[in-house]
């Protein structure tokens, strides 16, 4: 399985983002979704999580903040970043079945 992510640059702090991730198959066989980040000398962590059934799941830092969908008509998972701090400067990483990881999208909030 291989995932391509998308949507990543640089934006102001209290700017938005939306981050786009493609499977090589179809995304109604991969269960969960989720996004993961790491900041330089930081460890990753979970940003969210989608279930086929709709469960969603969010780290503490990103919650009333990002938010994670899909599309199956597009094959297609999203995460909407908005309110974007600096601490939120990270690699962010799209993982299928938390054992297929993409090749990750740098997102940099700055000024």
């Known amino acids: 399985v291989q995932l391509q992510a998308s949507g990543g640059g640089l934006v102001q702090p209290g700017g938005s983002l939306r981050l786009s991730c493609t499977p090589s198959?179809?995304?109604?066989?991969?269960?969960?979704m989720a996004w993961y980040r790491q900041a330089p000398g930081k460890q990753r962590e979970l940003v969210a999580a989608?279930?086929?059934?709709?469960?969603?799941t969010y780290g503490d830092s990103v919650k009333g903040r990002f938010t994670i969908s899909r599309d199956d008509a597009k094959n297609a998972v999203y995460l909407q970043l908005n309110s974007l701090k600096p601490e939120d400067t990270a690699v962010y990483y799209c993982?299928?079945?938390?054992?297929?990881w993409g090749q990750g999208t740098q997102v940099t909030v700055s000024s």
């Open positions: 993982v299928a079945r938390l054992m297929y």
């Open positions: 198959v179809s995304i109604l066989s991969l269960n969960p």
């Open positions: 989608l279930t086929s059934g709709g469960t969603t």
